[in-house]
Structure formats: C-alpha cells, structure tokens
C-alpha cells in the first residue's frame, strides 16, 4: 500500500514521519512545502504519476489563525485551492484523500461537545478557510476521511506546548486564558489514527472528529504541561476579553468523538495520559 503524506515538515507530518517505521506495509512517501505546492495542480500530478498512491494525507494547512485575518488570500491558497487541487488529482486517480480539518469550523456558542452532524459557522478567516476546503474535497472527490481535529500538541513542529516550554525560559509569570475550552490532541494519537484508517481500508466516507479524551482551556493545558516537565513558574488565569487577539476564538469547540470511535472500533486516551507517555 503506498501513502503520500503532504506537509511533510508540519507537526503532524513530523509525526506521522516519527511512527512511520512501525507500518512495514505501508510504503510512505513525504511531501514538504518546497517539494509540492498544493496550489499548483501540476506539482500533484508529477509527483502521483511517479508514486501512485492508494492514500494521500494532506497534513498541509495554513494554520496562523491571526495573521489569516490579514492574509486571507494566502490562507485561501492554501486552505482552499490546495484541498481542491489534491481531491481533483485523488479523483483522477482513484486515491483515497484524507483531509486535515478543524474544531475552528464551529462558532463556540454551542455548550455540549460538537458532533459531525452540527452546523459549521467559523467566526475566523483561518476557520472560514477551513471550512471551504472541506466543502471542495466533499464535492470533488467521493473518496475522503474527512478529519476535524483541536489543539494538536506535541514534541514536533510549532505549537502551544513548545511556546509555553520557550515563554517559560524567558519569564517568571505567564498568563494565559482560561474561558476557551476545547480538547487537546496528541500529534502521535492523531496521526495513529490516520494510519488506523488508511490500513482498515473502510470505505465509510466522510467527515469524523478526532481529539484526545477530556477537556480542559489553554490555562488548563499550560498549568499540566509546566507539572510534567517541572517547570516553576507563576502562571494566573485571565478572560479573553483580557488578551485581545486579531481573530475571534471560539468559547467551546470541544469535538464528539463517538463516531470515530464506533466505525474503527478504536479507544481514544486522554490529554493527559498522552502528554505523560510522549512528551
């Protein structure tokens, strides 16, 4: 079976790099940025005339949720016209597309968990963005996963864990909002379960929501990730209300993972659990 994972050099794609040698069955082929553009359609078709992937993971996504609100023609670029772009090539070629989404699709108004089956309505550019990816991988290409994920963390890449780890070597107080509520992913869970997916060979199309058990805000997050890696430090909560930011976030995007859970008859562990066994 041969897989072609795209964004190669992102932090997913440095984990699914990381747990690649434990699939012997699989043949991988990783793609970064520089080696395949997502905007420019003949790039894919070089590369899937070479390799001739059963699977295509895109793991490429412009993720800088402020900076889209002042770049959102970039963030469409890539977003948007690369999912495309891939889903027309994956169709041409009879290639299953699993394609990367977001919590950030939802507007957080909502109290409960977000299940597959509620209404999208981003607050964001880089949600916006999202969201209209999905919608031209759904209508170009019958075969696709589409996986929301939230908060993804890990060794790998950038992404909050490391900023709070840096932040924490140059100062003795951090503060850190805690009235956005969501559920942390491990980049390696996250990525198991790709590989769950593509190895299942289940044609169960469509959109799933993946993230680690548990819930918690981003204060949540920083004060566990400062226990387990002994780090001393005044950490105080505030609202958001308090830390301004270009984009809006939402309150709660916490994702309903019963779905995947039941049509891959996978467990999934907590944040926590996770942060201990691969931080």
């Not at 670029?77 to 990367?100: F, R, S, Y």
């Not at 209209?132 to 060794?155: C, D, L, P, Y």
Request: proline share 4%; glycine share 6%.
């Amino acid at each position: 079976m041969v897989v072609a994972v795209i964004g190669a050099a992102g932090q997913l794609g440095q984990a699914l790099q990381h747990i690649s040698k434990d699939y012997s069955g699989i043949v991988f082929h990783f793609f970064n940025s520089q080696e395949i553009d997502i905007a420019q359609k003949e790039k894919i078709e070089s590369a899937w005339n070479n390799i001739k992937p059963d699977y295509c993971i895109n793991a490429a996504a412009y993720t800088a949720v402020d900076k889209a609100e002042s770049e959102p023609e970039k963030a469409r670029q890539i977003n948007v016209l690369g999912p495309k772009n891939l889903a027309e090539v994956c169709h041409e070629n009879d290639c299953t597309l699993l394609h990367i989404s977001t919590d950030f699709v939802f507007d957080g108004q909502q109290k409960k968990t977000y299940k597959e089956t509620d209404l999208p309505h981003p607050i964001n550019v880089y949600g916006q963005t999202k969201l209209e990816g999905e919608i031209a991988v759904m209508q170009t290409v019958k075969k696709h996963f589409i996986v929301r994920t939230s908060w993804v963390f890990s060794q790998f890449g950038n992404n909050f864990m490391k900023t709070m780890l840096r932040l924490a070597g140059e100062r003795n107080e951090l503060s850190v909002v805690d009235d956005q509520l969501g559920s942390p992913t491990h980049a390696i869970d996250l990525a198991k379960m790709l590989l769950t997916i593509v190895q299942s060979q289940n044609q169960s199309y469509g959109i799933y929501h993946y993230c680690n058990q548990g819930q918690t805000s981003w204060y949540g997050l920083a004060k566990a990730i400062f226990e387990r890696y002994k780090v001393k430090i005044k950490l105080k909560p505030i609202t958001t209300s308090a830390y301004p930011t270009p984009a809006k976030r939402p309150s709660n995007s916490a994702l309903d993972t019963c779905k995947i859970c039941d049509t891959f008859g996978v467990s999934i562990p907590h944040w926590q659990e996770s942060l201990e066994r691969y931080s």
